[in-house]
Protein backbone atom coordinates (compact mmCIF):
# COMPACT_ATOMS: atom_id res chain seq x y z
CA UNK A 1 0.00 0.00 0.00
CA UNK A 2 1.49 3.15 -1.14
CA UNK A 3 2.39 5.56 2.13
CA UNK A 4 3.25 9.16 1.79
CA UNK A 5 4.54 11.38 4.88
CA UNK A 6 5.43 15.01 4.59
CA UNK A 7 7.95 16.95 6.74
CA UNK A 8 9.79 20.52 6.72
CA UNK A 9 6.30 22.82 7.38
CA UNK A 10 6.90 25.79 9.55
CA UNK A 11 6.58 29.17 10.12
CA UNK A 12 8.83 31.41 7.92
CA UNK A 13 8.70 35.14 7.16
CA UNK A 14 7.76 36.22 4.11
CA UNK A 15 10.81 36.49 1.37
CA UNK A 16 12.07 33.44 2.79
CA UNK A 17 12.51 29.54 1.76
CA UNK A 18 11.43 26.13 3.08
CA UNK A 19 12.04 22.77 1.75
CA UNK A 20 9.08 20.14 1.94
CA UNK A 21 9.97 16.28 2.32
CA UNK A 22 7.35 13.84 1.00
CA UNK A 23 9.07 10.15 2.25
CA UNK A 24 7.30 7.62 -0.31
CA UNK A 25 7.01 3.76 0.33
CA UNK A 26 4.77 0.77 -0.60
CA UNK A 27 5.79 0.41 -4.95
CA UNK A 28 7.86 0.96 -6.75
CA UNK A 29 7.72 4.68 -8.20
CA UNK A 30 8.89 4.93 -11.54
CA UNK A 31 5.46 4.54 -13.19
CA UNK A 32 3.85 7.54 -11.02
CA UNK A 33 3.72 10.89 -10.90
CA UNK A 34 4.29 13.08 -7.83
CA UNK A 35 3.16 16.32 -6.79
CA UNK A 36 2.21 18.65 -4.33
CA UNK A 37 -1.23 20.40 -3.30
CA UNK A 38 -2.26 23.24 -0.99
CA UNK A 39 -5.02 24.05 1.04
CA UNK A 40 -5.63 27.33 3.07
CA UNK A 41 -8.55 27.66 5.15
CA UNK A 42 -11.55 27.73 3.70
CA UNK A 43 -10.43 27.20 0.54
CA UNK A 44 -10.82 24.15 -1.20
CA UNK A 45 -7.22 22.07 -2.15
CA UNK A 46 -5.30 23.36 -5.16
CA UNK A 47 -2.77 21.99 -7.27
CA UNK A 48 1.08 23.44 -6.79
CA UNK A 49 3.02 21.24 -9.25
CA UNK A 50 3.92 18.05 -10.45
CA UNK A 51 6.59 15.53 -12.32
CA UNK A 52 6.61 12.44 -13.27
CA UNK A 53 9.19 10.07 -11.06
CA UNK A 54 11.73 9.94 -14.42
CA UNK A 55 11.79 14.04 -13.77
CA UNK A 56 10.03 15.76 -17.04
CA UNK A 57 8.06 17.23 -17.90
CA UNK A 58 7.29 19.34 -14.50
CA UNK A 59 3.97 21.09 -14.51
CA UNK A 60 3.26 23.92 -11.99
CA UNK A 61 0.50 26.03 -11.36
CA UNK A 62 1.02 30.26 -12.37
CA UNK A 63 0.89 30.97 -8.93
CA UNK A 64 4.08 29.06 -7.98
CA UNK A 65 6.10 29.78 -11.30
CA UNK A 66 9.27 30.75 -10.73
CA UNK A 67 9.15 30.15 -6.97
CA UNK A 68 8.66 26.77 -6.20
CA UNK A 69 10.67 23.54 -7.37
CA UNK A 70 10.00 20.21 -7.36
CA UNK A 71 12.66 17.34 -6.98
CA UNK A 72 12.60 13.29 -6.29
CA UNK A 73 15.41 11.35 -5.12
CA UNK A 74 15.11 8.08 -6.18
CA UNK A 75 17.59 6.39 -3.66
CA UNK A 76 15.59 7.41 -0.80
CA UNK A 77 12.52 7.48 -2.28
CA UNK A 78 11.88 11.29 -1.48
CA UNK A 79 10.07 14.29 -3.72
CA UNK A 80 11.16 17.65 -2.21
CA UNK A 81 9.02 21.01 -2.66
CA UNK A 82 11.80 23.82 -2.45
CA UNK A 83 9.72 26.94 -1.80
CA UNK A 84 11.57 30.62 -2.44
CA UNK A 85 10.30 34.04 -2.06
CA UNK A 86 7.48 32.62 0.15
CA UNK A 87 4.01 35.03 -0.01
CA UNK A 88 1.59 35.42 2.83
CA UNK A 89 -0.81 33.64 0.22
CA UNK A 90 1.78 30.55 0.36
CA UNK A 91 -0.05 29.77 3.87
CA UNK A 92 -1.90 26.81 4.03
CA UNK A 93 -1.21 22.74 4.80
CA UNK A 94 0.73 21.35 1.82
CA UNK A 95 -0.01 17.93 0.80
CA UNK A 96 2.13 15.33 -1.51
CA UNK A 97 0.05 13.26 -3.79
CA UNK A 98 0.85 10.36 -5.88
CA UNK A 99 -0.94 8.84 -8.97
CA UNK A 100 -0.05 6.32 -12.00
CA UNK A 101 -2.31 8.19 -14.15
CA UNK A 102 -0.64 11.37 -15.42
CA UNK A 103 -3.98 12.85 -16.93
CA UNK A 104 -5.15 15.89 -15.48
CA UNK A 105 -2.42 16.10 -12.60
CA UNK A 106 -4.03 19.52 -11.86
CA UNK A 107 -7.23 18.50 -10.23
CA UNK A 108 -7.34 16.41 -6.44
CA UNK A 109 -9.53 13.90 -8.42
CA UNK A 110 -6.94 12.34 -10.08
CA UNK A 111 -4.69 11.68 -7.57
CA UNK A 112 -5.60 8.30 -5.23
CA UNK A 113 -2.76 8.46 -2.69
CA UNK A 114 -2.29 11.11 -0.23
CA UNK A 115 -0.18 12.10 2.97
CA UNK A 116 -1.34 13.59 5.69
CA UNK A 117 -0.23 17.29 5.03
CA UNK A 118 2.34 20.23 6.55
CA UNK A 119 1.53 23.36 7.65
CA UNK A 120 2.97 26.41 6.21
CA UNK A 121 2.89 29.56 8.02
CA UNK A 122 4.13 32.55 5.60
CA UNK A 123 3.78 35.99 7.69
CA UNK A 124 4.12 39.01 6.40
Known amino acids: QVQLVESGGGLVQAGGSLRLACQASGDTFDRYWMGWFRQSPGKERRFAIA????????IRSESVEGRFIISIDDASNTVYLQMNDLKPEDTGVYYCAATTGGGEVHKASAWPYWGQGTRVTVSS
Open 51 to 58: VPWTGHPE
